[in-house]
């Protein structure tokens, strides 16, 4: 089993920039695949951002892709999410993601962990 828990969260103008932080339990960390998504209110989930166990291969989607970066740290258990040049449409529950092989997916019903989320609100 493992346990994710999101952090970084919080309210930021247009053109800003705010750090995700997602730390797992667990001793191998590295076995798992992790990924970003989000959920704006009234609509349904979407993918952010995965990475693959190493580290070595990662998935942006399109409307993020150039502005965030997700990198994991796997002798601390975790994952970032970077998110640079920020709009209001990026305003969503932001929510890590865990998935019980090493190798990324860009669709949620194929992760099997999940953190409670953190809000990230972007203000025009």
């Known amino acids: 089993q493992v346990q994710l828990v999101e952090s970084g969260g919080g309210l930021v103008q247009t053109g800003g920039s705010l750090r995700l932080s997602c730390a797992a339990s667990?001793?191998?960390?590295?076995?798992?695949?992790m990924g970003w998504f989000r959920q704006a209110l009234g609509k349904e989930r979407e993918f952010v951002a995965s990475?693959?166990?190493?580290?070595?291969?990662?998935y942006y989607a399109d409307s993020v892709k150039g502005r965030f970066t997700i990198s994991r740290d796997n002798a601390k258990n975790t994952v970032d999410l970077q998110m640079n040049s920020l709009k209001p449409e990026d305003t969503a529950v932001y929510y890590c993601?865990?998935?019980?092989?090493?190798?990324?997916?860009?669709?949620?019903?194929?992760?099997?962990?999940w953190g409670q989320g953190t809000q990230v609100t972007v203000s025009s």
């Open positions: 990475i693959t166990g190493s580290g070595g291969t990662k």
């Open positions: 993601a865990g998935r019980g092989a090493p190798w990324a997916s860009t669709y949620g019903n194929e992760y099997d962990y």
């Open positions: 667990g001793r191998t960390f590295s076995r798992y695949a």
